[in-house]
């Protein structure tokens, strides 16, 4: 099963993108899902996560009340609604899966190819 996350590219500061994230080769039916980030010469961050079911989320203190985590799960897909976007969210933004809650927004057991994204003045 891979993960693919798209949507990136280049943007200015106070505008808004969508990001997704698909899922190929199964469904990773009852995962969570999280959003990280990794800005050059940064380590990855974590960014936001939801459950299966949708009704919980969490978020970095650094994105609260921009961006917005939510999934369609009939499509095997994670969206980052991200407004209000600043240059330090320049950063390569990745996708991943874990089945527990607990573990999803540290150690994730599946990661996704990044997509970058940009923010310029």
């Avoid at 505008?15 to 039916?29: D, Q």
């Avoid at 994670?78 to 950063?91: F, P, R």
């Amino acid at each position: 099963v891979q993960l693919q996350a798209s949507g990136g590219g280049l943007m200015q500061t106070g505008g808004s993108r969508r990001l997704s994230c698909s899922a190929s080769g199964g469904t990773f039916r009852g995962y969570a899902r999280a959003w990280f980030r990794q800005a050059p010469g940064k380590e990855r961050e974590f960014v936001a996560a939801i459950t299966w079911s949708g009704g919980t989320t969490n978020y970095a203190d650094s994105v609260k009340g921009r961006f917005a985590i939510s999934r369609d799960n009939s499509k095997n897909t994670v969206y980052l609604q991200m407004n209000s976007l600043k240059m330090e969210d320049t950063a390569v933004y990745y996708c991943a899966a874990d089945p527990r809650w607990v573990t999803i927004m540290s150690d994730p057991r599946a990661w996704g190819r990044g997509t970058q994204v940009t923010v310029s003045s």
